[in-house]
């Protein structure tokens, strides 16, 4: 679909860290820059970006690529949406081809998205330029506060009080009856189908791409008979636990700030942004689930959340915030005032007022908890204990020990209890805490085979095919990390290895492979880039690449400028170190064609061929021998 211009020219503009962040927050930390991984959860950062390399890779998860890699997996996106993706960001032209809708499709996800795009522009047409929408929703909004530039900003659409409005439109449009009901804009009955958004406002919902991926409705004209809200179901590319709305729209102040308001609805969403308070985001109804969380973990650490001053409600939800506590970030709670919404209580009072009354209500969740459950205890010794529990079951979850050690002080003054008591208690609930936490983690993982280096006493040999393997791997290595750098002689490091090297056929398919496009790179006049791997259409080519140049490791700069300590750099003898890799790796083969022919040797029952097998034997331990004596190695 796309030209090989195309492709190299998003590769020429992409700056991998800008894309990456735009789904997490990156801290700098050498040349590296550093996050917690979005494919996984994770306490401590083992997500690592390149910029000067132009890859990523996790050393928790081994998730690793380029920059359409990573919009493919953080997306569930085909290579074809996902140049899409980058183009449009960074203002590329592409050359779409004449192709039907239908042959043009090359993923159903692919589909699933332009067909709610598609949706999504229709109810919003409907809403600006349909009599109906004009008449009677876009009043309807503005009798609720939104104002036009809300209404766009979240492309909030309407649609028409007919059975087959939609349905009829994307028929015409071309799209089949099994991609609108996989979708979730259509009802199928035994008799007919129709569509399942009928005379309301149309909420879309989107990714942290933009993406629509859902669509909500909600009733203009209330009434018993019918749902306030009805909802898009799950489909391929939504999945109801995985999203916050407006998420879209927060996500760059919230990494701005370093804290992300939660509320609950969408129109509350959508007042507050319309306030100015661009960094709130709503449930939309459902607790906090861990992808939801993990969501938010990557652009912030603080997570202020917004309740209606509903007792009951409030308790409800006080497990689903453990949750939160889990994943390491900083939970705080305000009450609004009895009677009062987000969406209400800002338009109000206004921004100003709206926001001096979260940063002056404002509780810590550990705080807060312990003061709504104490409420109806009084003097009750049995009820107060059980309240403790409650709170240090909260605190145990939380990673950061500084954080419990605080929070339990002052949990020991708002109970009045002695620390050291509810120290004691804290660990024994920490300890048990763990131990569920590692049966988990045990229960899940893949099993691994035992590997036994000793048996009976006897250390097992080493496989000489693994050994070859990996001494191809270092040689490989070296190439990549080192090929254009110059050794004493004045030439590269690369014309060295491939001249020693040239009469070796590597036996492990993927790194000949590179060995034999590296060389057909310089045969060709090329300059050798390790971009040039990284953004190789061979996925197996480009992780394994990506996999011998990444390291979760980097010498400080102060080592030596500071502390004048001397490291021992791979880099400061070069070419002693490549000399050394060729020759052990040859060594290795030695050994393997020695193997091979006692093996010959021992099946053979011909006197002449066994006197060839004996020559060949003596000159295969000639040449181990020698190669030993340049190594510095002793035979046994």
Known sequence: MFSQETIQAIHARVQIEDVIGDFVTLKRRGQTLWACCPFHHEKTPSFAVSPDKGFYKCFGC???????????????????????????????????STESYVDSMQHEKDSLYILMKLAQSYYTTNLWEHTTGKSIALPYLEERGISQASIQQFEIGYSLNAWQSFYEYA??????????????????????????????????????A????????????????????????????????????GIYQAKKQIKKINTCLLVEGYTDVIALHQAGIDYAV???????????????????????????NDAAGIKASLRGIDKVLEHGLYVKIILLP??????????????????????????DFINFKAKLLLQDVEDDLLQKTTVIEEILQSIVRIPDEIHRSLLLQQTSKLLEISEVALLAEHNKLLAK????????????????????????????????????????????????????????????????????????????????????LYQDYIT??????????????????QKTVIDLTATPYEVSDNWQEKYQIDITQETDNLHQTAYKNILRLKLRLIHQLIEENNQ?????????????????????????????????????
């Open 210 to 245: 933009g993406k629509v991926i859902a669509l909500a409705g909600r009733v203009i004209e209330t009434s018993d008979k019918q749902a306030k809200y009805i909802n898009s179901p799950e489909t391929p590319i939504y999945h109801k636990s995985d999203v916050l709305y």
């Open 524 to 541: 060709q006049g090329q300059e050798v880039d390790i971009k040039r791997f990284i953004q190789h259409s061979n996925q197996e080519i």
């Open 282 to 308: 709503a449930s939309a109804g459902t607790a906090l689930t861990d992808n939801q969380i993990q969501l938010i973990s990557r652009f912030a650490k603080k997570i202020s959340i917004l309740f209606d």
């Open 62 to 96: 081994d998730a690793s690529g380029d920059a359409i890699s990573f919009i493919r997996a953080i997306e569930g996106v085909s290579f074809v949406e996902a140049v899409k993706h980058l183009a449009n960001k960074y203002g590329i032209p592409i050359e779409e």
């Open 338 to 363: 009895t009677g009062e919404d987000p969406d209400s209580y800002v338009r109000k009072v206004g921004r100003e007022a709206f926001q001096s009354y979260i940063a002056t209500h404002e509780q």
């Open 433 to 516: 805490y763990n131990q569920d936490q590692r049966r988990t983690y045990q229960r899940s993982k893949p099993s691994a085979p035992l590997q036994l280096t000793v048996k009976d006493g006897v250390v097992k040999q080493l496989d000489i095919a693994d050994t070859i393997m990996a001494h191809e791997r270092d040689n490989i290595r070296l190439l990549l990390n080192y090929g254009n750098t110059l050794l004493q002689d004045g030439k590269p490091l690369s014309m060295y290895l491939l001249q020693e090297l040239q009469d070796v056929t590597f036996q492990t398919p993927i790194y000949q492979e590179i060995l034999t």
């Open 600 to 636: 010959r040797l021992k099946n053979n029952e011909d006197p002449e061929e066994e006197d060839r097998l004996l020559y060949v034997y003596t000159q295969l331990k000639q040449t181990e021998v020698e190669i030993a004596k340049q190594l510095g190695i002793v035979l046994f």
């Open 171 to 208: 028929k015409q449009q071309g799209y089949g009856d099994d991609l609108l009901l996989k979708a979730g804009l259509i009802n199928q009955s035994e008799t007919k189908r129709s569509d399942r958004f009928r005379h309301r406002i149309i909420f879309p919902i989107h990714n942290l």
